[in-house]
């Protein structure tokens, strides 16, 4: 029992309270100890550690650590602390917090060796993350909150009646991989709500750029990752996850070509890569577990990357649309250098860590005989690079030479000064991305099963540099088409925030007919935003007004957040679980 101190949950959850007693500068402190005490922790479990508790007559696995637990770990623990250190100048204490507590909660769902203990993490991280993303204190981020709150407690809830049903028909809560029946069906579900898999994916880039610069490094770190995780236990070689992943690798790469909005389209792009992940889980084999489990780790660096480098512009320029961004090269260079070493190793760009980690999935379905799903996945490498390594930094931070970023008056927009502590996180995330390219043995023994591929070879890498050159030379091509255009793209959220205002009257004149979402910013919104301060989200400017009727308040622009028990969102998860409650207690 004494082993359950080393529970890596436990220095997030003290950092949590802490970083809320404490003066701000010793919150600096916990907020790198916490997670260097976490990754100490999971690295001293290693790999055959199990800790187990009863409940009532059920035997419960409230700590295990083995082989594809350990890497998720360590790799939740080290964005911690690169987001940890990131954030100092401009995190508050409350979002600090809930950053802590989210981390935790991620940390006790890959630990979990049980289904109980692994549903209660599952719903403290979904509640923690709300948290998150309200930080920012703005009207988007407010509804954009109460959206996500919706959608994961819903899925919560789906995971909870799959539990339930599989205690029923087994007897058993260890969380072990599932049969098909009705049980693993709703369990998927739940997981594949979280890994962000279309149609189930609009929360994505609807929530994870209203939160804050660093709040949204740590989003995109946990909530699909340990979906992905639960996948790769509880569902390999489904196959039905082969197909979901292919089309999530297309469709995320599809929207983030088309998207102007650059944090929203390495949002999108999070969909996509773990789209890589998800087919990889749907091989099955010892090797695409590998490769998921590869990619995960990767993924997780260099998307913190990227979402920092285009983080720093926003909170230098408080603007967050490419079209609207352009000529900062020469006032940004530190942040353009360390976002294309993100850009390219998210690209597969040899001797950058995303070449090591997916080109092990390819390779997987290769020896299975998936030409189809090779072919698919090439084509969407294609597109990420075309839409994160070229069109991103081109539009963010060159556009039409000399002419950069300006006001209303014509005037060159204001490019504040970037926190040191910026650089310095974003510095050691390039770092481990070259690293873990240079190196990748280092990567591949943290693997749950041996590895024995070997990346570079002659013809891989060939293969690899002409289609990222071929697909360079198409954007020069066709430049004049792909570059930042001045427009708001419409997704699958577009039924739920529509909605209400088709039940419950139109918002105002200047909403008939429109295509963009009430609450999403028009294409000409300009971000407005101060040095030392998290920039505010960009503010719709238009005719909308906002009708007395409670439920659209949630989706109508106001002067400051809405207050949360005054969302429909809100009421309807508290009466669902109020219902969930009841019915439990009905059970004999």
């Known amino acids: 029992m004494a082993e359950l101190l080393l529970h890596p949950v436990l220095p997030f959850l003290i950092g949590a309270v802490l970083v809320r007693v404490l003066p701000r500068t010793l919150g600096h402190v916990v907020m790198v100890a916490a997670p260097v005490i976490a990754l100490a922790e999971v690295l001293a479990l290693g790999t055959d550690t199990s800790i187990g508790l009863g409940f009532l007559e059920y035997d419960l696995e409230v700590l295990r650590a083995d082989a594809l637990s350990r890497p998720f770990g360590v790799v939740f623990a080290m964005v911690a602390l690169l987001a940890g250190i990131y954030g100092i100048a401009t995190q508050s204490g409350p979002e600090r917090s809930a950053a802590m507590v989210y981390a935790g909660a991620a940390m006790g769902v890959v630990f979990a060796g049980d289904l109980l203990t692994f549903f209660l993490f599952w719903e403290v991280k979904a509640i923690a993350s709300t948290f998150v993303i309200l930080a920012r204190r703005t009207p988007l981020s407010g509804r954009a909150g109460m959206r996500y709150l919706f959608v ?15 205690l029923s028909q087994t007897g058993s809560l260890a969380f072990e ?10 369990i998927l579900i739940a997981c594949i709500i979280n890994a962000g898999v279309p149609p189930l994916h609009a929360w994505l880039p609807d929530a994870y750029p209203q939160a804050s610069v660093v709040g949204t490094v740590f989003l995109s770190a946990y909530t699909t990752k340990a979906a992905v995780y639960a996948l790769a236990r509880g569902f390999p070689g489904f196959q039905v996850l082969i197909f979901l992943g292919v089309f999530m690798a297309l469709y995320g790469v599809m929207f983030a070509v088309l998207e102007n909005d650059i944090r929203r389209l390495l949002a999108y792009h999070i969909i996509s890569q773990v789209g890589f992940m998800v087919a990889a889980v749907g091989i099955g084999t010892e090797v695409a577990i590998n490769g998921a489990t590869a990619h995960a780790f990767a993924h997780i660096i260099y998307k913190g990357l990227l979402l920092m480098g285009v983080g720093a512009v926003l909170y230098a320029t408080g603007r967050s649309k490419a079209s ?66 070229l069109k991103l930094p081109y539009a963010a931070w060159f556009g039409e030479p000399g002419i950069g970023p300006r006001g209303n008056n014509g005037a060159p927009f204001h490019v504040a000064r970037v926190p040191t502590t910026m650089y310095v996180a974003m510095g050691a995330a390039a770092a481990l991305n070259l690293g873990m390219g240079l190196f990748p043995g280092v990567l591949y023994d943290l693997m749950p099963f041996a590895v024995d591929y070997v990346p570079y070879r002659f013809g891989k890498v060939v293969e690899t540099m002409q289609i990222l050159g071929f697909t360079a030379l198409g954007f020069w091509l066709l430049l004049a088409r792909l570059g930042a255009k001045d427009y708001v793209t419409i997704d699958t959220d577009w039924p739920y925030r529509k909605m209400p205002t088709l039940l419950f009257g139109r918002l105002g004149r200047g909403d008939a007919g429109t295509a963009a979402p009430a609450d999403r910013a028009p294409a000409d919104a300009v971000l407005v935003g101060s040095a030392g301060t998290d920039p505010a989200p960009v503010r719709a400017i238009g005719p909308w007004s906002a009708p007395g009727n409670a439920v659209t308040r949630l989706f109508t622009p106001r002067d400051g957040p809405p207050p949360v028990p005054g969302t429909w969102s809100l009421g309807v998860v508290v009466l669902a679980a109020s219902a969930l409650l009841l019915l439990l207690s009905l059970i004999p």
């Open 152 to 166: 994961h407690i819903a899925g919560g809830k789906i995971l909870l009646a799959g539990v339930l049903v599989h």
């Open 177 to 186: 991989s599932f049969e098909p029946g009705l049980a693993a069906t709703l």
């Open 324 to 389: 609207a961004l352009g000529g900062i090269a020469n006032r940004m260079r530190a942040a353009l250098v360390l976002y294309m070493v993100g850009a390219v190793s998210i690209s597969g760009f040899p001797l950058f860590s995303g070449f090591v980690s997916k080109e092990l999935i390819v390779d997987a379905a290769s020896a299975g005989d998936l030409t189809w799903v090779v072919l698919l996945l090439k084509i969407a490498s294609v597109g990420t690079f075309l839409s994160t390594g």
